[in-house]
């Protein structure tokens, strides 16, 4: 939930005063937490965050910033709005929005959301669920092409991480909390000439309590839902309400209830809230990362959202895309950069290195997401599928490596271009600038007779080679839908699947496909795949020969040089991607590659 136009003015001289410290309020130490929310703390945090932090947490317009024509609040005094348990329509918007309207027809979160905002002094909140039309298809993308502004400009998110739906309430808002367990600060030595003072505290038992190492957040249905994540990772600051206590979390720093961390002296991160759902902010520490400079940084925060997405979970597969959207908003503002279905433009050719990812938890289920989009797409205005390609045309925990490190490492032997319409063309896709927009051609350029560059793809070339795709195949294809590019295709051979030992999360089980030549020599390895999964692709297609297209080269070190290939399947001459593998380069030279135009969807 957002939180718009507070008029609080939080006085917090005392809470973060550093020269008025007692025995009963020493820093980093314990606080006791009440039954019931504390407002002013909440407050205090707020109005520090308002008038000290500036910078980050500070909504600056971004080059890609857009005005918000249409937006619904609640007002909390008059408790009227759209209300959550009635059918949303535009038949009855207009009496929901009158008032007294909401008062016992909102679920007892939403209840409790309003309650705890309005204690705030701030009037006016915004949640989807009741703001956004839910039998108007139009309503719904006009509000999804701004959600990264909606998430970005509000005062304050209030993210609910209590209970399991929308029925639980938000603990210590109205219904008190119970059973809390208390820490206690003890002072064990007085201070005198030779010695400081000296004091002990007491510590709740967190570790083993979780069933991730990650964050308290990891085990909560907010952690699990796909929707849910632009709530953390593109506001600027946020209230994280759990069953026993309220932490603060914006671009700057982090608080909470059970702790003083209400000091200039220093920030501190929170490690119980983890890294996984971080701020998108293209800053903080490049040096523990190696990264280069902000953009880089902007990268790796990018692609740790991804990967969290990627292992959450959405009731309708279809909304993938739009449910990620306000983040890849975020970031294309943030670097200036245009994303197709997921993946950066500057970066697009890296992109399609996508991997599956490992983590704790278990073993990573991958299976293609064989659905269309939710809502209509592309200029064609029609629910289209997802590519094969991208991260997002898989459903399961995938990694999105983009900064300069991984770069590094990776020579892209490939130049992408796909489709578009009106008229119908094949751009580059490190050119594209937006949706419908691609980079001008330079005046002076326009008018030159050049050679065409043997990377270069056309329509023609396009319709030369796939008999399928002919001229009004294309015009009927979805914008961006395929991918092209001009590399070398040939076959290896699959064995396996081979159990490897995993030293690191010894609880899951890995598996590759080793790659081997035609005298039977292991030249290379797939991605990891889940034999016992009946979806994942890799396994059902299993041993045998196989055919793999090149994307790069890479050279780590003093090892051997790989060339990064996909392997494909082809449908009705239109190539899909099934995994991604390394190969030795002189096994894939003598392997006697040929070289194709792929059209890849």
């Known amino acids: 939930m957002q939180a718009f136009d507070t008029r609080a003015s939080a006085d917090n001289t005392t809470l973060f005063d550093d020269d008025s410290l007692a025995d009963d309020r020493l820093l980093l130490s314990v606080r006791h937490t009440s039954p019931r929310i504390r407002p002013d703390l909440v407050q205090a ?47 009855n918007k207009e009496n929901l929005s009158k008032p007294g309207a909401l008062v016992g027809k909102v679920s007892k979160t939403i209840e409790d959301a309003i309650a705890l905002t309005e204690s705030l002094g701030i009037r006016y909140p915004w949640v989807d669920a009741l703001c956004i039309l839910q039998d108007d298809t139009s309503d719904k993308m006009v509000h999804l092409d701004f959600m990264s502004e909606i998430y970005r400009y509000p005062r304050l998110t209030v993210i609910a991480a209590c209970g399991t739906d929308a029925a639980a309430s938000l603990a210590g808002v109205c219904d008190p909390r119970e059973n809390l367990a208390q820490q206690h600060v003890l002072k064990v030595r007085e201070a005198d000439s030779r010695q400081t003072v000296l004091y002990l505290t007491t510590t709740p038992e967190i570790r083993h309590k979780l069933k991730s190492q990650y964050s308290h957040l990891d085990n909560t249905s907010w952690a699990r839902r796909g929707w849910t994540l632009q709530e953390k990772v593109v506001s600027r600051r946020t209230i994280i309400v759990t069953p026993h206590q309220v932490y603060w979390s914006c671009r700057t720093s982090e608080y909470t209830e059970a702790m003083f961390l209400e000091t200039h002296l220093v920030k501190v991160r929170l490690l119980t809230l983890g890294t996984k759902a971080a701020f998108l902010t293209g800053g903080g520490s490049m040096e523990e990362g190696g990264l280069n400079d902000h953009i880089d940084v ?14 959450r979970q959405l009731t309708m597969p279809g909304d993938a895309y739009d449910a990620v959207n306000s983040i890849t908003q975020e ?44 809502l209509p797409m592309t200029t064609l205005k029609r629910e289209v599928p997802f590519p094969s390609w991208s991260w997002l045309g898989w459903m399961g925990a995938t990694t999105l ?14 130049l992408s271009f796909t489709l578009r319409h009106n008229p119908l063309r094949v751009v580059r896709v490190d050119k594209i600038t937006g949706p419908t927009t691609e980079q001008p051609i330079p005046a002076f350029l326009r008018n030159l007779k ?28 979805p914008d961006d839908q395929l991918v092209f590019f001009w590399t070398e295709v040939t076959d290896f051979s699959l064995v396996g699947p ?48 196989h055919e793999f297209v090149l994307l790069g080269r890479s050279k780590v070190g003093d090892n051997p040089a790989q060339k990064v290939v996909l392997q494909i399947v082809r449908e009705e001459g239109i190539v899909k991607r099934v995994g991604i593998a390394d ?17 890849m969807g």
């Open 331 to 374: 970031f294309s503002g943030m670097v200036d950069v245009h994303c197709v279905w997921g993946i950066p433009v500057s970066r697009f050719d890296l992109g399609l290195c996508w991997t599956r990812s490992w983590e704790l938890n278990g073993q990573a289920r991958l299976s293609r997401r064989t659905v269309k989009t939710t």
């Open 498 to 545: 081979i159990h490897e030992l995993n030293t690191t999360y010894r609880e899951s089980d890995f598996y590759r496909f080793e790659v081997h030549d035609e005298t039977g020599q292991k030249v290379g390895s797939t991605d990891y795949c889940v034999p016992q999964d009946p979806d994942d692709t890799t396994c059902i297609l299993g041993e045998g020969r």
């Open 45 to 91: 945090w707020l109005g520090e965050c308002l008038t000290k932090h500036g910078g980050k947490c500070t909504a600056i317009q971004s080059p890609k910033s857009r005005m918000i024509n249409v937006l619904r609040l609640i007002d909390v005094r008059t408790k009227s709005g759209q209300a959550q348990k009635l059918k949303i329509t535009r038949a």
């Open 583 to 599: 190969i030795l380069e002189n096994a894939w030279e003598k392997a006697k590659p040929r070289r194709e135009l792929i059209a």
């Open 450 to 477: 050049m050679p065409k560059s043997p990377l270069t793809v056309t329509v023609e070339d396009v319709v030369s080679t796939y008999a399928a795709l002919t001229e009004d195949k294309l015009k009927a294809t």
């Open 401 to 414: 490596r983009l900064t300069d490190q991984f770069a590094d490492g990776i020579s892209p032997d490939v």
């Open 298 to 311: 902007a990268r790796d925060q990018f692609g740790v959202a991804t990967n969290n997405f990627s292992q």
